[in-house]
């Protein structure tokens, strides 16, 4: 039996992801975290999109990145940016994506699973520096030496099957998987109910996906736009 | 103004390469993990240290690797071996190291540190594959490509200067950088207070590290050995 674990946001690009290793394993068990994010509607989103698409379980695991500060994305203090910016922009979480991927692996590692897929990407994205090719390569090459299932000849493989596909691309990959997209969040700022102010970077480059990919955005808002 | 980050357990290895780093830089944030482990007296050493050696800042982060399971050193029905085994022992806790060094790689990124360091040694050690020269090279080049402060070009170095020391040879180390050994709790199965049960694999390491540096053992235990 083939098990993958999935890093899922509840987001557009985790959700695709999601999709595409529930076609490709027995058993899939999605990891979301609790780290401090402004809103919870991401995480009842993640509950929603998993229960939705049949996955074999859920974890919330709890991890206190708020506490680290840094980010527009965990500290109150910070203003999340309406405006594309020169740089990476102050939503970058410092070393979230490691900080994910190590919790990943210590569960696909408990769990004998063979995989672990994140729905990063680096075309259409917000330039953080643990989005790109070169992040993936050099994590796989970690797993390949940290872990005991590596030492016994079975290494997990890190899949990141949206990395160079554009946002259109990746809303045709999921609607072709069943994903309904009306279920899942991006806005960095949504409301409580998951509803989307239309102004953020990842809510612009959603709109933009739907549009470039001739498709309704079902996505609510709640800011005009 | 130079700042390290310590991973610091509150064990012989950790305390000595605090020791090391407070010499080397001018403010040192020492991190504990709050993850599952059996006893607390664990942490309640890494306090003693941090202050003994006048750290700047000493930070516990809870984080839950216990529910991963998997390990005797976080699952309660799992028994601590009292004999050297052959390959991994069930004291390894799955991707234990990454874990904590994604931590401290955000912990870093947000303080602007310039280093990590952590106490791995692959000499007298436990045979974990996370504690091998392979994975602090890999953890490094991880760093260089997955966080801002390397885009902007001031990289992190992981910093692992016990790696290919004999235990006896830390020991000196540490006693020449003014460390007090009885302060520290090396054992997988301490008791409230501290003190070592002599017979796990960490204590018998320990112990012949002592009697090799040819200097009195001050670790209290609670076991006849």
């Not at 990476?88 to 672990?116: C, G, H, K, M, W």
Request: aromatic letters at 6%; charged letters at 20%; hydrophobic letters at 40%.
């Amino acid at each position: 039996m083939s098990t993958a674990i999935v890093l899922l946001s509840g987001g557009l690009d985790s959700t695709t992801v999601a999709a595409v290793a529930r076609q490709q394993h027995d058993r899939v068990v999605a990891l979301s975290f609790r780290y401090g994010q402004r809103h919870s509607s991401e995480l009842a989103a993640a509950q929603r999109v998993a229960e939705g698409l049949g996955l074999h379980e859920h974890r919330v695991i709890d991890i206190d990145l708020g506490q680290l500060g840094g980010s527009s994305l965990t500290d109150p203090e910070l203003v999340v940016p309406e405006q594309q910016e020169d740089g990476i922009p102050n939503t970058y979480v410092p070393a979230r994506n490691t900080v994910f991927l190590a919790f990943a692996l210590a569960v696909a590692e408990v769990s004998q699973a063979d995989s672990i897929y994140l729905g990063i990407n680096a075309v259409d994205y917000s330039g953080y520096p643990d989005c790109r090719p070169e992040f993936v390569e050099a994590f796989q090459h970690l797993v390949n030496v940290a872990t005991k299932a590596t030492v016994s000849g079975q290494p997990i493989v890190i899949k990141a099957p949206l990395l160079h596909l554009t946002k259109a691309d990746i809303i045709r990959l999921g609607v072709a998987a069943g994903v309904d997209y009306a279920q899942t969040v991006s806005c960095y700022q949504a409301d409580s109910v998951g509803a989307a102010c239309g102004v953020c970077d990842s809510c612009r480059l959603r709109q933009q996906g739907f549009r470039d990919a001739g498709l309704t955005d079902p996505t609510r808002y709640w800011k005009k736009n």
